[in-house]
C-alpha cells in the first residue's frame, strides 16, 4: 500500500486506480463521504473485492463513497468489532449512515 497516494487523515481516494492496489487479503474497512465523514464500517475475507463491489454502485448509500481506510488483519470481524465500539463512543452510540448491522457486540 506505500504506492498508493494518501489523500488527508489518511483517507484514501476511492476509485478503480487506487483500489486495485488494496491487496486481496482479510481485513476492515472504513468508507467516507466527500467531507470525510465516516459514512460505512465493514470487514472482509478479501479487501480488494469488497471495495471493487462498492464501486459498482449495488448500494445507493455507499454511492455517496469518495474516500477510504483499510487495515489488513487476520480477524476481521474483532477488528470491525473494535471499529464499531469506537465509532458509537465518539458519535452518541449512532451507527455510521450506512450500516444497517451493529458489528460492535454491543447493542
Known sequence: MAEVEKTGESFLKLDEKTVT???SVCGTFMLADKARE???IGQADDLNKALLKTLDGFNSCLSKAS??????NSN???GAAFLFAK???EHG???PRCN?????GNK
Open 93 to 95: 452510540g449512532f451507527l
Open 38 to 40: 465516516i459514512i460505512y
Open 67 to 72: 474516500f477510504f481506510q483499510v487495515s489488513i
Open 76 to 78: 476481521p470481524k474483532k
Open 100 to 104: 444497517k448491522i451493529d458489528l460492535s
Open 21 to 23: 492496489k488494496v491487496p
Open 87 to 89: 465509532y458509537k463512543e
